[in-house]
């Protein structure tokens, strides 16, 4: 289902008309993601390494070179990417917005994830100079550090996560054109996106239904009036009729 189906799901359910009410399509949106959320990490908080592909999203982020970290110097090359990495939803104590990196070709990039802090120091050494090494600033932005030459003259990686905001996730989706394997930024070309609404929202068919009921009992426990039986633009639950 897409977004915009599960919204009008919820609506049909509480018998809502679009020119007679007072909940909003953005309030049950904000809900949707939310009770995702907090699905996902009751269902697979203890199991990171099970996640269903159907609540994956894959985005693209562009690296640029940088001299130093906070001020100190690393070892070799090192890389930060242009944007910020969306939220993830925590899984197992993890970060579940970087599950997977990727180069653009799609091959599997052996990662170190370490703290920030360790970001200056890891590497000095022969046998661990070859390796690439990541971290997550407060800002959300993503630095690659290593002195293999070959690993850290990429250019865009592709990041697979789960997302807090399913939108947030869209908005940096990897857009593939012509046929030399170049890529878009999102600065440098302006390309029409479809409605976020209408794609396909990241959750396991199972869920949905779960997701939908719940949001209906918050809604229903929100309005707690009886029905709107007018119909007259007026939201008067009262059931009276003058």
Sequence with gaps: MTKRNIIYTVMEKLKIESDDNDISSDLISSMIDSTRAMLVKQFYSEKGWNIPVEIKQE???????????????????TSRSVESLPKGISLKG???GMLRVKTYDRKNIQLNIVPMERIPFVGQDQFTSGLLYCAIDIDRKIYFASGNR???GLEVVKVDGVYESPED?????CIEYGSTGNYNTRTNIEIVQPDNWDEEYPMELSMQDIVIETIMKSLLQTIALPADITNDSTNDRSG???
């Design 59 to 77: 985005i693209c982020l562009a690296l640029t070179p940088v001299d130093n970290v906070n001020g100190a110097s690393c070892f070799g090359s």
């Design 94 to 96: 993890v970060d579940g």
């Design 150 to 152: 070959k690993l850290m």
């Design 169 to 173: 996730a869209f908005n940096m989706r």
């Design 240 to 242: 009276k009729r003058e």
